[in-house]
């Protein structure tokens, strides 16, 4: 199916807000024309249909708008962001990249050719079949990046359906599948996309404020940023109607916390993946952390506690790594769920999963207990190998004032004891001055070094 529409129906919305940038306003008309002028570009600097391009940039409207002119191009695209430069130079070489376009400050740019061959047979089989394509990497959190091919136009096909014209903040990146969702759902609906130039909650709640911002999508980690600084408190978001959280399990602690900030925002649970696209989900209320996931083009099982997923939009295949299906094109996503009905509930990956002698941990139950203590701002729970019980659990704390490490073993132990199975209280208590997050505000869940510094600054309220 040709991608043509997408670019067809940019053109509806005329002088309506497409892009919003240093608080500059940048129009759908203006963003057809800038597409057309990258297309131009494309011609002169020789980058044909099929070369894999990579897209090196934050947002902002040039890359917008290149990204777009990519896709009609039929360009395989290999977006890469900030967070990703010191694996810059892997990347490019795993994706067999052609042609690199940089960008820095303001619109400056700058394009490198490479005297690369695509010789993968996943990329050959995207170029003989004329279609855009798109390369997307893991964040490696559980070993090395894998490299995800899809066919671009399959991950659009979704859109074409018009749904709800929202103004929305574009928190999660462009190498991620949920800011190209993001992305992609806002103009195809003639809403506006606001890029914010950082992603701190200070920065973030000032531009919900300033531009009417009626969609937040992000993620746990980071609603508990915006807990912590208080800083929904200084800045009017009543423009806000729904924020969307996805990316790792939700605290059921955060999450009541933040239904009680923010009262009159519905607060949705999002699933996806970088193999798959994003489906369709329901939460049962804004309160539940039970959601329904699904819709047209996907498939759910769950095969002794895991979620396996069949979709119509999945990945061609790893550029690096063996294939991830099985015979019958089901993929295993690697979550721990419980089933209710149509409902499930996501626990947790397989892997961040706590054995201990025996029993099951899960660290999102665990933080959910611990971030009702006094004086916490953060927790951060993951296993530790023990010689005797496989694994023990480890708790690493972000506090709002200093205390000694003594005094918050103690009260951790007291607080717990009546809470929590014997078992799921923290045998190991540290406290960090570090952040507990990665750059795609996800928890981090390795344990600090026995020997990390156990005092704290305090956390900023």
């Not at 020789?46 to 897209?55: E, F, I, K």
């Not at 809470?419 to 507990?436: F, G, H, T």
């Amino acid at each position: 199916m040709s991608c043509q529409w997408l670019i067809e129906r940019l053109e509806e919305w005329g002088d309506s807000e497409a892009i919003v940038w240093h608080d500059q306003s940048f129009n759908y008309r203006w963003l057809r024309g800038m597409i057309d002028e990258w297309r131009s570009r494309l011609v002169e600097i020789g980058a044909t249909s099929g070369q894999v391009v990579a897209l090196d940039g934050d947002y902002s409207p040039s890359v917008c708008a290149l990204l777009l002119a990519l896709i009609e191009n039929r360009n395989i695209i290999v977006p890469l962001t900030s967070t990703t430069r010191s694996q810059k130079e892997a990347f490019l070489d795993i994706s067999e990249v052609e042609h690199v376009f940089s960008f820095g400050q303001g619109n400056m740019w700058q394009v490198v050719h490479r005297p690369n061959k695509v010789n993968h047979p996943l990329l050959r089989q995207l170029q003989e079949a004329g279609v855009a394509g798109l390369v997307l990497f893991s964040s490696g959190s559980t070993g090395e990046s894998k490299a995800a091919l899809h066919d671009f136009d399959r991950l659009l096909e979704k859109f074409e359906t018009r749904r709800r014209c929202l103004c929305t903040l574009t928190f999660l990146l462009l190498d991620h599948i949920g800011g190209i969702n993001t992305l992609i759902y806002t103009l195809s609906n003639g809403g506006t996309t606001v890029f914010v130039e950082n992603r701190n909650p200070e920065v973030v709640c000032r531009a919900i404020e300033r531009h009417k911002v009626e969609l937040l999508p992000t993620s746990p980690t980071f609603l508990n940023l915006i807990l912590i600084s208080e800083e929904y408190k200084r800045f009017d978001l009543s423009s806000l109607k729904l924020i969307t959280y996805g990316t790792e399990p939700m605290p059921a602690t955060t999450l009541q916390r933040i239904n009680v900030a923010f009262p009159n925002v519905k607060l949705k649970q999002t699933y996806g993946l970088s193999e798959l696209g994003i489906l369709s989900s329901k939460s049962r209320d804004s309160s539940s952390l039970w959601v329904k996931v699904g819709g047209e083009g996907f498939e759910t099982k769950v095969v002794n506690n895991i979620l396996w997923v069949r979709a119509k939009s999945a990945m061609l295949g790893y550029l690096n790594a063996p294939s991830a299906f099985d015979e019958e094109g089901w993929f295993n996503t690697q979550d721990v769920v419980e089933v209710n009905g149509d409902y499930i509930r996501i626990l947790g990956r397989e892997a961040d999963i706590i054995n201990v002698g025996g029993e099951k941990v899960y660290p999102a139950e665990v933080e959910s207990v611990l971030l009702q203590m006094e004086n916490v701002a953060d927790v951060t729970v993951c296993g530790e190998t023990n010689p005797i019980l496989g694994n023990v659990v480890v708790a690493t704390f972000s506090l709002f004032e200093p205390e000694t490490l003594e005094s918050l073993k103690k009260r951790v132990l007291d607080f717990c004891r009546d809470k929590l199975a014997r078992y799921k209280i923290p045998v190991r208590v540290c406290i960090s001055d570090n952040s507990q997050f990665s750059s795609r505000y996800k928890k981090v869940r390795r344990p600090v070094s026995r020997d990390a510094g156990t005092q704290q600054r305090p956390t900023q309220r």
